[in-house]
């Protein structure tokens, strides 16, 4: 018997030996079955106490008696080995290995690797690492790796099917895993020093370049590479510490955040806070999944024998949460450099080209090398480099997306070198955190930051990689400059930083409700992330109210009042505006609006990595967005102009604007319709305060669908608002106070940002929103200053003279539509001028990349697609827009790229971004970058969209453009036979028949293919270049497309089956879509250019539809209009609100030819119900009056013709009274001389005769 156990003793050994070397001598025997030991141990068999575990934790299994469930065997030999690296137990029976894990198991430390059942969600007690613990497992440099334990032979990690004949293994991730914009759910693990998912070329020449200049001819391998050179698996010395067996080690760590176990929970927290603290912007990031390959003691190829004691140890760790990717590059040693043959010596592998150290795309896209240690001979510095974690030879990078260095980088020098920071905007007010990584930072060093052209502003460092700067408030918006020196360096380190526009940034204090807008609110409940501030629950807040005011060139922005302070950051607050009555800010009253700023009372600590006593101590912030201040100031105004205090101030503002320049002169004309607007891209964008996709609620704007605004600031810096009610008409100011109005101030500003009127967001609420409040909002609607706003200051321009652009586009393989509508194909391969304009003024150059269509099932596709566009105007920079591979489209569909950098518009407050003359933003229900538009400031418009890797570009001209653009697109003069104008001004002629396409390629499109030299007629190509590319890697000029367009007359008669397909996916007549079908046997292709083009001429339907407006018809103040409609047949009647009375005309009528009928009275107004009696009694008098004075008049000229009559007639009886005396005188008279009458008169002419004779002697 005993022999028959002294056989097993002795083929176990020699078994163990064979696998792990020769045991550790306090290797002791156990009978599983007795639990006998042979060299007695008291404590054997017994349980092992929770308390006798590290920091007390309990370990995987709990009960470390043997367990006969688990292990199964009977008779068997277990080895218990007490080396504090190997305290495990194994069975061996029938060629299987099961594992025991004793009390002082360490996942960490030990090369056994732990159970598998704990990535299956295996039970036991849920593990919860301590803050000790976990400061202790982050003092190792190297992240666990095994060679042994395991389900696989007891081998743990080790790739014991990676040989010298087979270098690499496939492995399945089960997991999406993004990397440089690619995501894969595989990868192949090479002992040649990286990670690889697609196949490489056959061949490699020295030094390596990627990515393959050959491809597609030639494989572009995608692959991470930490050291990417030819090795092979070398031996180790008696000297190594670490008798680990050499070679590649694979291990994955899945589901971390819902693992329990303890390997799964340390991994995790290990991995969370080595990238939090170790790349910047990765604050929020929590790993899922995790990859962790070791290259142990590799050693170079061709060298001789003794080389293989000449070797490399290295760790690669990948983290990611299926969104971001995080690469961690672990350099423990390096004592070659380079394989012989890439002209490394054999005995050290020294010399020739080094190893390349990077990332490469693939499929010909991007790469990413990291210099200067790449295929250079200071690559043995990358082991005392890179400071990740405080680690020499630790290096991480951010690979998602694009290549993001979180290490620094004391080895290259210049004068433009790259910085890298987090976040990579902030709100223009100030106060934003940025994390710095560029240079390598010492304790003491002297940090200087400069943001665009302001004053330095000093830094702190935080450790080796992290240096932080606080943005100090900037009047300026859009990309500007960020630059850092250290200590008395220049400023060499480099960055593009985006400043918010206070109105448009990150949206960080919430109010609950609109009561803010009232003029006297009871109370305002706002909200905050807390988390925005600090994590600690216990912190005490300051609420601060801050305001501006331009009294002069120099705008000011002022602090104003504390709110609150020392309240406790619980994420909310109530501000009760009565609790300012007693307020008196008597140098401040003159501002209307400003903003609310939440900070820490007590700043934070942030400790450096290099000594726990040095600390940074930093105060966070937080902004609103613009506030009016009415609740705050409501007391002071009501003291200072009494309890009317509103129209005071607007009186004030009206007088003041009057003083100011007219501007509307200069701005666009609003369309007539929604439908107009949506389709002006080059002068129009959607105002975000009132956008039917993002933002319905339209305050300013009431009952208004959707508000268009101007996408760059006129020559004067000013803005035109376009809103549209629900019928989609404009609505006008002149109607109602919610009507659209014209901005003195762009949203955006006006260059210099530093001067009154031109600073973003703060100058438009000073001259354009506080209005608003002022004469509008807290007074009435019918109040003269509200009219006076609505009617003088800020009325809305009518659309009459409103003129739609004309619109040119091009889509499928390809198809073009020309401004005239000229239609055909052009398959030309390489970069071409779609639009060029001929005049300075309006300078405007738009290009096409085309490329070959993929290859269908039969082979070669002879037709080509748009792949790119770019766009350059008045000395803008050129905005590309690029398609992205099939593969690398699960987050961003389109490349951005705009001064050689690429942009995103993932983020709110990066929806829209603002270059000098040009604007670029996506539209807000575009989440994946599908659809970009470009906005120049002389009115030219660009729309690409992207939709299955197929690509459309729409170009919108305004009417300043006709007769002066040439180009693939044409000459927009409305006559369609001038299209195709040549490069040298003469003409091709215009081809009608569809089959006729190779005239048009050999005498029209290719005569604009584009180089990189520049062409005086032509232009030079604008497109970004990288990696060698040039325009003649593009343009194939021998390229011979397929020419006929319809497929019964190119297809072969086994295609049968593709004709009928064709009849039903494409309608009739569309021999775009039948081509296309025919040419790619490509369904979503198809249903793309019919798509496409029906878009197109949609486009241009709604351009060419003639709206007539009859313009603006005043609503009469405390009146109302039965309609808003300005069209023809409109009938508008009229009424006045109650207590007030109509007068004058009642009904107006649009005419046909857009004007309103001839009034009958020529005016309408509302009179109130007083007055209109009054007028009405007075007309009445006036009446009365009107009868009664002529009446009066006449009864005085009759009564005076009547005493006139009586006085002759009294004249004239008096006569014959004087007549009758006279003659009884001369009757007594004859009597008494007793003379006759006839003697009588005869004595009487003689007296007579002689009186006059007397007279006439006197006078002569």
């Not at 200072?640 to 003041?656: M, S, V």
Request: net charge neutral.
């Amino acid at each position: 018997m005993w022999f028959k156990y002294f056989v097993i003793f002795v083929l176990f050994s020699v078994s163990v030996k064979g696998l792990d070397g020769d045991l550790p001598p306090d290797v002791e025997t156990i009978d599983v079955e007795t639990t006998n030991v042979s060299k007695a141990d008291p404590d054997a068999g017994k349980p092992i106490p929770v308390e006798d575990t590290p920091n007390g934790v309990p370990p995987v299994n709990t009960n470390y008696e043997v367990d006969k469930s688990l292990v199964n065997v009977t008779n068997s030999l277990v080895n218990v080995t007490k080396n504090p690296r190997r305290t495990y137990q194994t069975v061996n029976k029938m060629g299987k290995y099961s594992t025991f894990y004793a009390a002082d198991y360490d996942p960490m430390t030990s090369d056994t690797a732990p159970p598998d059942t704990d990535q299956r969600g295996g039970g036991g007690t849920p593990y919860t690492i301590s803050e000790p613990r976990l400061a202790e497992i982050r003092k190792h440099f190297m992240y666990p790796f095994f060679d042994k334990g395991g389900s696989d032979n007891n081998l743990g990690d080790f790739q014991k099917d990676i040989q010298s004949s087979i270098p690499q293994v496939h492995k399945n991730l089960n997991f999406q895993l993004p990397f440089f914009g690619f995501r894969y759910n595989y990868t192949r693990v090479s002992v040649n020093g990286y990670l690889e998912f697609s196949d490489p070329p056959p061949n490699y020449d020295y030094p390596l370049v990627f990515p393959i200049k050959e491809w597609p001819k030639k494989n572009d391998p995608a692959f991470i590479g930490i050291f990417f050179s030819r090795c092979r698996i070398g031996n180790l010395r008696d000297g190594d510490i670490d008798q680990r067996t050499p070679g590649v080690y694979f291990r994955m760590e899945r589901d971390l955040r819902t693992r329990q176990d303890r390997m799964g929970v340390e991994i995790r927290e290990r991995l969370k806070w080595d990238i939090r603290t170790g790349v910047i912007g990765s604050e929020t990031f929590d790993p899922k999944h995790a990859v962790i390959v070791t290259w142990k003691n590799v050693t170079f190829t061709g060298g001789f024998a003794n080389a293989k004691y000449k070797t490399n140890t290295f760790q690669m760790v990948l983290a990611t949460d299926e969104v971001f990717t995080y690469a961690m590059f672990n350099y423990l040693n390096l004592d070659w450099t380079s394989h012989t043959e890439a002209g490394g010596d054999s005995q050290n592998g020294e010399g020739g080209v080094s190893a390349y150290v990077g990332f490469n795309a693939g499929n010909g896209t991007r790469s990413y090398e990291y210099n200067p240690y790449s295929q250079a001979s200071v690559i043995r510095d990358l082991t005392s480099v890179g400071f990740g974690n405080g680690f020499k030879g630790r290096h991480i990078f951010r690979i998602d997306e694009d290549i993001l260095l979180g290490s620094c980088n004391k080895d290259i020098d210049g004068a433009n070198l790259p910085l890298k920071f987090a976040p990579e905007s902030g709100n223009m007010l100030g106060g934003t955190v940025v994390n710095i990584t560029g240079p390598c930072f010492n304790l003491n060093d002297r940090i200087r930051c400069k943001f665009d052209v302001s004053n330095e502003v000093f830094g702190y460092v935080v450790d080796k990689n992290r240096a932080i700067c606080v943005q100090p408030q900037l009047y300026a918006e859009g990309w500007v400059n960020l630059q850092i020196a250290v200590n008395s360096e220049a400023f060499k380190w480099k960055g593009k930083y985006y400043v918010e526009s206070p109105a448009s940034a990150t949206q960080k204090i919430f109010f609950k409700d609109m009561k803010l807008h009232e003029k006297s609110p009871s109370e305002l409940k706002i909200t905050w992330e807390k988390q925005n501030l600090t994590t600690n629950d216990n912190a005490n807040i300051r609420i601060s109210l801050w305001g501006y005011r331009e009294t002069t060139m120099k705008p000011v922005f002022v602090y104003i009042t504390d709110i609150a302070d020392n309240v406790q950051n619980i994420g909310e607050h109530t501000i009760v505006p009565s609790q300012f009555r007693t307020r008196v800010n008597q140098y401040l009253t003159d501002i209307k609006f400003g903003f609310l700023q939440i900070n820490l009372t007590e700043s934070i600590t942030v400790n450096t990595y290099t000594t726990s006593q040095s600390s940074i101590n930093l105060t966070p912030v937080i902004w609103s967005r613009p506030i009016p201040l009415g609740w705050y100031f409501q007391f002071q105004w009501e003291n200072q102009y009494g309890k009317n205090w509103p129209k005071y101030l607007c009186d004030d503002w009206l007088r003041t604007d009057r003083y100011l320049k007219n501007f509307a002169h200069e701005l666009a004309q609003c369309p007539c319709t929604v439908e107009q607007a949506l389709a002006d891209k080059g002068r129009f964008m959607p105002d975000f305060d009132c956008d039917k996709d993002s933002n319905p609620i339209c305050y300013y704007n009431n009952q208004a669908l959707h508000c268009v605004k101007t996408g760059s600031p006129t020559l004067e810096g000013s803005e035109q608002q376009c809103c549209y009610d629900k019928n989609g008409f404009l609505m006008l100011s002149y109607d109602q106070q919610w009507g659209s109005s014209p901005r003195r101030c762009h949203n955006l500003g006006k260059m210099p940002y530093n001067e009154a009127t031109k600073v973003p967001t703060l100058s438009q609420w000073f001259n354009d929103m506080v209005p608003k409040y002022l004469c509008c909002l807290w007074q009435d609607e019918q109040a003269v200053g509200c009219e006076t706003l609505r009617f003088e200051r800020r009325p809305t321009q009518d659309c009459v003279a409103y003129q739609a652009p004309g619109v040119a586009g091009v889509y499928g393989d390809p198809h073009f539509v020309t401004f005239d509508d000229v239609e055909y194909t052009f398959n030309g391969k390489g970069e071409f001028a779609l639009v060029k304009s001929v005049t300075q003024t309006d300078n405007l150059e738009i290009q096409g990349r085309f490329e070959q269509m993929d290859p269908n099932t039969y082979g070669e596709v002879r037709a080509t697609q748009l792949t790119s566009v770019v766009a350059k105007g008045n000395n803008t920079i050129a905005i590309e827009v690029r398609r992205r591979p099939l593969d690398s489209r699960w987050r961003y569909r389109l490349d951005v790229i705009a001064d050689n950098r690429r942009l995103y518009f993932d983020r709110p407050s990066l929806k829209f971004q603002h270059f000098q003359g040009v604007t670029i933003y996506t539209p807000s229900y575009i989440l994946n970058q599908s659809e970009v538009i470009i906005m120049f400031d002389n009115g030219a418009g660009m729309e690409v969209v992207d939709n299955q890797g197929f690509m459309s570009a729409r170009v919108f001209l305004p009417w300043s453009f006709i007769n002066k653009t040439i180009g693939l697109f044409g000459n927009w003069s409305f006559n369609k036979e001038d299209d195709f104008t040549l490069p040298d001004g003469s003409r091709a002629a215009i081809v009608n028949n569809i089959n006729d396409m190779e005239r048009v390629y050999n005498d029209f499109g290719s005569k604009w293919m584009l180089e990189d030299v520049l062409d005086p007629q032509k232009g030079r190509a604008l497109f970004h270049r990288e990696f060698g590319r040039t325009s003649a890697t593009y343009n194939n000029k021998t390229f011979k497309p397929q020419f006929l367009m319809n497929p019964e007359d190119f297809l072969p008669t086994n295609r049968s089956t593709d004709l009928k397909r064709i009849s039903e996916i494409c309608p009739l007549k569309l021999y775009e879509c039948y081509y296309d079908y025919a040419m790619t046997v490509d369904r979503d292709l198809a249903h793309y250019t019919k798509n496409y083009k029906a878009t197109i001429y949609q486009y241009k339907e709604t351009t060419r539809r003639k709206v007539v407006s009859c313009g603006v018809l005043e609503t009469p103040r405390f009146g109302r209009k039965s309609t808003f409609l300005f069209v023809p047949g409109t009938k508008v009647t009229y009424e006045c609100i109650q207590e007030f009375v109509l007068v004058g005309d009642q009904r107006r009528e649009c005419q046909a030819d857009g004007t309103w009928n001839i009034p009958e009275y020529g005016y309408t107004y509302c009179l109130r119900q007083q007055e209109y009696s009054q007028r009405q009694a007075g007309l009445a008098s006036g009446i009365i009056m009107a009868i009664l004075i002529p009446l009066i008049l006449l009864f005085v000229y009759l009564a005076y013709r009547f005493l006139q009559r009586r006085q002759k007639e009294k004249e004239s009886e008096k006569l014959q009274e004087q007549q009758f005396m006279e003659s009884q005188r001369r009757a007594q008279e004859a009597a008494t001389k007793k003379l006759t009458e006839a003697e009588y008169a005869s004595e009487d002419e003689d007296s007579n005769v002689t009186s006059t004779g007397a007279k006439e002697t006197t006078v002569y």
